[in-house]
């Protein structure tokens, strides 16, 4: 009996402390879901401004599309939609204009400020045998154009091109690239399956930059250009003199992070969420407001638009 009564009260103590993991929402914010017109994974989402937004996504070789608000996520209206190709990323500055990155190694471009967009055809076009997607893209100006991509262990390819069309540098790699993320003129970082790399001449060369291991597959930076990665089982290394250090782990399998004013987030399976200051530092896992796996995160100002596998879209509100 005693040794029963042991275990009920040792059982009984980790039930408490698992329950403690999870905490509730802090009171300045509130969560609420979004109207959004589309069933399938929100793959990308950028801000041009606090009222206007793009978000893509779709399902592989299927379906994809291109949606924009101008009310905050309110309301959408369909820029683009494929029947053969999932839109995988996006990117919009004032220099480099408006580009999408597609299944395929297709790229997507708007000439008239993402209304409209176009296949942006490529002279010297990828191997047939790389015909994998798109997962990132950037744009320093309408002819210097970065994209990487790939599938899992393998199959990664980085494409660059400086004069808007031929040639494109076509370069194969051994793993499937994730994010990029570029911080003054030069400067280039790439993760994907295993490592990260760092260019300083627009993407032309990469170098090893010593973090290995994890499928990294989230880069961002803060506005003052420090730079974090996120792994998919929850480690977070911050990018200094060249190099990682270490910042914090948290629990999990994770899809995407993003830093807000106050607050960051990171999102993954399950819909598992952590909340941590806007330097990352204590990180809390919430208590999930969905079983659904999380598939972004984008910081929106004071707030947070979450999307999720199945296309919907949650904000997170600063009161």
Request: aromatic letters at 14%; one cysteine or more; glycine letters at 8%.
């Amino acid at each position: 009996m005693h040794k029963i009564a042991y275990i009920l009260i040792f059982s009984l103590t980790l039930l408490g402390v698992s329950c403690q993991k999870e905490k509730s929402l802090p009171s300045d914010l509130l969560l609420s879901e979004i109207y959004f017109p589309e069933n399938t994974e929100i793959k990308d989402m950028i801000s041009v401004n606090d009222s206007v937004l793009f978000v893509c996504g779709g399902r592989r070789d299927q379906h994809g599309y291109i949606y924009q608000s101008k009310d905050k996520g309110e309301s959408w209206s369909m820029r683009l939609i494929l029947d053969d190709a999932s839109i995988n990323c996006i990117h919009i500055s004032d220099e480099g204009g408006y580009w999408a990155g597609s299944d395929s190694l297709r790229i997507w471009h708007s000439k008239d400020l993402g209304q409209t967009w176009e296949e942006y055809e490529i002279s010297n076009y990828p191997w047939d045998n790389y015909l994998n997607p798109y997962h990132a893209i950037y744009a320093w100006n309408s002819k210097s154009i970065l994209a990487i991509g790939g599938e899992y262990y393998q199959k990664g390819i980085t494409s660059k091109t400086e004069t808007g069309d031929y040639p494109w540098v076509q370069t194969s790699w051994d793993n499937q690239w994730f994010d990029l993320i570029v911080w003054f003129e030069n400067n280039v970082l790439i993760s994907g399956y295993g490592q990260v790399l760092y260019s300083d001449n627009f993407g032309k060369e990469f170098h090893e930059t010593g973090l290995y291991g994890d499928a990294f597959i989230d880069l961002e930076k803060t506005d003052d250009n420090e730079i974090f990665v996120l792994g998919e089982h929850g480690e977070i290394f911050q990018y200094n003199n060249l190099s990682w250090v270490r910042h914090t782990n948290i629990q999990g399998r994770f899809n995407d992070m993003a830093l807000g004013e106050k607050y960051s987030l990171f999102v993954g399976q399950s819909g598992i969420f952590f909340l941590a200051d806007e330097n990352l530092n204590e990180p809390i896992e919430i208590e999930p407001f969905t079983s659904s796996h999380l598939s972004l995160a984008h910081a929106h100002g004071n707030d947070f638009l979450i999307g999720t596998l199945d296309g919907k879209i949650y904000r997170l509100s600063g009161k």
